[in-house]
């Protein structure tokens, strides 16, 4: 399950907010259910973030997460940053296909 979020940060927080998501990482990443997450930065939106996150199960965020003590912290730590408040959408896989790594240089 991708847990998926558009995060807009208050512009001039950014550092402040990466700083922030560097001590919150220990939080969501202990949590049960989790696998992994990235935090991308927008190259065309300095203020813009998207939040991946991937969980075992649907549940494992929208309960086992949210409804934890360690939510509060990570609330605590995170969200005065965004402006306006993200919206979380959930993911399921329908199709995926990867490159074929070749060395650079290499003929086909």
């Keep these: 399950m991708l847990e998926m979020a558009v995060l807009n ?3 001039g927080k950014e550092a402040e907010f990466e700083a922030a998501f560097r001590t919150a990482s220990a939080i969501i990443s202990s ?6 997450h990235q935090l991308q930065h927008c ?12 969980w075992q199960t649907l549940e494992a965020h ?5 409804t934890s ?3 509060q912290e990570w609330k ?11 919206t979380v959408e959930h993911y399921e896989l ?15």
């Design 9 to 11: 940060i208050i512009p």
């Design 31 to 36: 949590m049960p259910g989790y696998v992994s």
């Design 43 to 54: 190259v065309e939106n300095e203020s813009r973030y998207i939040l991946l996150v991937h």
């Design 62 to 66: 929208t309960i086992g997460f949210r």
């Design 69 to 71: 003590p360690r939510y």
């Design 76 to 86: 605590k730590l995170l969200h005065h940053f965004y402006s306006p408040f993200p």
């Design 94 to 108: 329908v199709f995926e296909q990867k490159a074929r790594l070749q060395p650079i240089g290499a003929d086909s």
